[in-house]
């Protein structure tokens, strides 16, 4: 038996194997280019290693695309045969067994056999990352926390992944609204770990969650070593950048990270996607005129709204539709986002809630009828968490559903929705609640003034 960099047993009696099974740990926390050539090595040199097959498998299910389920069963299946093989240690099963869940649709069952795998090892940061990685996808952020904490605890400045540790404890912290312990942590981490991108987003989005905007534009431009490397998770990072100019109004600065960084690729991984169709949106909610750009996510959109693997990658498929007008696509997705929802798994529970409603509220917003956009919005807005994501990501939603309360007049219901949003966010305003606070005391002493110059 060797030991990987997560100091766990493995059952692979080939060094170079062992080389790149530490290169996939390695890539899968680091969002590194090269982590899928790691693994296809691994699984050409030591065929039989089962956990190789149930890594496969679990990326394939993270990507949410209906065409890879077919690719993370075969994956399943090889695993169960490696098995049977014996010589697996109880972790590599528990990861197989954790695949196998998921491919029930019910990956808050995987989330437990990856525990499981860290009472055996809580100093096991591969297995933390897959938890805290599968709960992110779920929106479970105090479980994020939980798990990490459990874990960080074995971790410490020998351990030669604990920068990364520390990356995913800043960013749980973050997702509770721990703010100052989350950028420390954080910011520690990458003295660890410089090419950490997940440890510094984590840090961006306490700067986004706080107004720091120039301090969080600060962050990425100084440490190029934290994304330059990465895969499609570099995009991501510019997104956040694009976030924080947009807060500072540098409307021209936004759309030119668009067109040269974020959407210089025109992928239809739905998180690309969802990083295009949300920023457009919010350009478009601050009057800003995007031009074609709604034209190839629309197409995309249409071609991927038969997925129903996530209900966060729908939405955002929803909404390039609206802003595009695609009127029957739209129609479609929601009532496929309907038919998923009576399903009863993990992903139905939560198309049936928000999804269903968000999708109608989308799409009525869509129609310019902003009452019953308001209505279907606002009646999915406590939910908002369950699709998965972010706080920023899902901000996206917040903002559709404050603007059309604001739409439909329900200037009451929309100064609560403000004020609760705004108190998520340390209670510093930002220049989006900043305006519309502005707008709603525009609005309300309109009719008023005019009644009494009359």
Known sequence: MRTDISTCQVSLD???ALQHWNGVIHGVLCHGQATGDHLNALLDRSPDFAMGHAMKGLACLMLGRRELVEVAQGACDDAFKKLDLGGATKRERLWCEALAEWLAWKPSNSIAKMEQALVLNPADTISMKLSHGIRFMLGDQKGMLWSIERSIIAHDESHPLYGYALGCRAFALEEVGRYAEAEQIGRRGLDFARDDAWGLHAVAHVYDMTHLTGQGIAL???????WSHCNNFRFHVWWHKALLHLDQ???ETVLDLYDTKIRDEKTDDYRDFSNASSLLLRLELEGVDVGNRWDELSLLAEKRSNDGCLTFADMHYMLALMGNKTEKGASRLTR??????????????VMRTPGVDLSKGIEAFGEADYATAFN???GAQPQFQSMGGSHAQRDVFERLTIEAGLRAGRL??????????TALRGNQEDSFAASRMAKIQELRSGPTLFTAAE
Request: net charge negative; hydrophobic share 30%; glycine share 8%.
């Open 14 to 16: 080939d060094d170079t």
């Open 220 to 226: 990425i431009d100084n440490f190029p070593d934290a």
């Open 249 to 251: 109004g540098e409307i």
């Open 336 to 349: 496929h986002v309907i038919e998923t929802a009576e399903t009863n798994d993990d992903v139905g529970r």
């Open 376 to 378: 279907f919005l606002k």
């Open 412 to 421: 009451e219901d929309t100064e609560q929705l403000l004020g609760t949003r």
